[in-house]
């Protein structure tokens, strides 16, 4: 089974850097063609974050297992937005809650 990141249900703020956050599409896979997006804090070098499952608990992914989860997944890059967190604090204290649960497809179970 292809690397999909771990499984993380906290999130230590020393972590993660909001004040630097990205959206970054990857290309499809066999049961989704259309693309993929991920969170990333900090750019390069940062934490990636993703759901992939139809109910499944978001993962987490550093910049070495991303590069694992690219090949192993066959996928590339499409693109890279920025994304503006006029609240960073808020912004770890929301993935801290969305954390804690598991997703359907679509959005959070909440």
């Known amino acids: 089974m292809p690397y999909e990141g771990e499984t993380m249900t906290s999130c230590p703020p020393e972590m ?8 970054v599409i990857v290309s499809g896979a066999r049961f989704n063609p259309y693309g993929h997006m991920l969170l990333n804090t900090g ?3 940062g934490v990636y974050f993703q759901v992939a499952g139809i109910y ?17 997944n066959e996928k590339t ?5 920025p ?15 969305l954390l804690s649960e598991k997703w359907k497809w679509g959005g959070c179970c909440t």
Do not use: C, D, S, W
């Not at 993660?16 to 959206?23: E, I």
């Not at 890059?77 to 937005?81: Q, R």
């Not at 604090?89 to 929301?94: I, N, P, Q």
């Open 83 to 97: 994304v503006h967190m006029p609240y960073p604090e808020r912004a770890h204290l929301k993935l801290e809650n």
């Open 56 to 72: 499944a608990q978001p993962r987490l992914m550093n910049e070495p297992q991303f590069r694992r989860y690219l090949k192993e």
């Open 16 to 23: 993660f850097n909001f004040g630097r956050t990205y959206a």
């Open 77 to 81: 890059i499409v693109t890279v937005i």
């Open 43 to 45: 750019g390069p070098g």
